[in-house]
């Protein structure tokens, strides 16, 4: 199961974090590294700070987009030390770490971590299910990225060696890509009945991708759902058509 799980860092601009990162995640039995659009590249001090987790970083996978590396995950986590003015669903450490190991039997999953400056984008959370909060002392949080890493990681393998407390079966969730490509069908269906402006979308999609985030629709519901799409796509085609063939006739 934890071969499973990926960390996925973004952006990041030091090489000794990849390597303080590799450490972290392989005293917990992980070993799927992912880069994407990193700012430096793995160098001697990522080597040195990786204390013996060269494989680790030797075997780590580099990605151009989020997307790209998210794309045949079936479960993806945001980590997030800041407030945010949209809510989304949101886990603690030891509910992210229940949640990973139980559906990690099944899918690919990934915990994402963004820049050691500024963290995720707001773009970047939306394409995760939940956010994932340290609890950290208010009157001093600053964990830097490999004690984030080496935090959740934690979590991740003590809800491994309970596992056997756990059901085995999980539902049948859809992948990143197939998530992303509903939202895409749902919002040209939302331009498709002009319920959507395109020069003014405002936050319609935002809103729209926290529910169903929120909902988490299994494989079938969202079949379901894209089947709906299509069905009122269909319908706008057959009233166009009328209208068109009444407009010839009474231009006649």
């Not at 959370?125 to 609890?135: A, D, E, M, Y």
């Amino acid at each position: 199961m934890l071969d499973n799980v990926r960390i996925i860092l973004i952006g990041t601009s030091h090489p000794g974090n990849i390597g303080s990162a590799a450490r972290a995640m392989k005293t917990m039995g992980l070993s799927n590294l992912v880069l994407v659009d990193p700012e430096c590249e793995i160098d001697g001090k990522s080597v040195a700070l990786s204390a013996g987790a060269g494989d680790v970083l030797k075997n780590h996978k580099r990605f151009d987009t989020l997307d790209e590396a998210i794309a045949d995950c079936g479960l993806v986590i945001g980590a997030s030390a800041r407030p945010r003015t949209l809510d989304w669903p949101m886990l603690d450490p030891r509910e992210m770490g229940v949640k990973a190991v139980v559906e990690g039997e099944k899918h690919p999953i990934a915990l994402v971590f963004g820049r050691e400056n500024s963290g995720l984008t707001n773009d970047e959370l939306q394409k995760c299910h939940f956010h994932v909060f340290i609890p950290a002392n208010p009157e001093y949080s600053s964990l830097n990225l490999a004690m984030a890493v080496q935090t959740l990681s934690y979590e991740i393998r003590m809800a491994f060696l309970s596992s056997n407390a756990y059901p085995e079966q999980v539902e049948e969730y859809p992948l990143a890509d197939e998530i992303e490509g509903m939202f895409k069908h749902l919002e040209q269906t939302l331009i498709d009945t002009r319920f959507i402006v395109p020069a003014h979308p405002g936050l319609v999609m935002t809103k729209l991708r926290r529910f169903f985030n929120r909902a988490r629709p299994e494989v079938v519901e969202l079949r379901m759902w894209r089947g709906v799409f299509s069905s009122i796509q269909k319908s706008l085609i057959s009233a166009q058509k009328v209208e068109n063939n009444d407009n010839n006739e009474n231009n006649k």
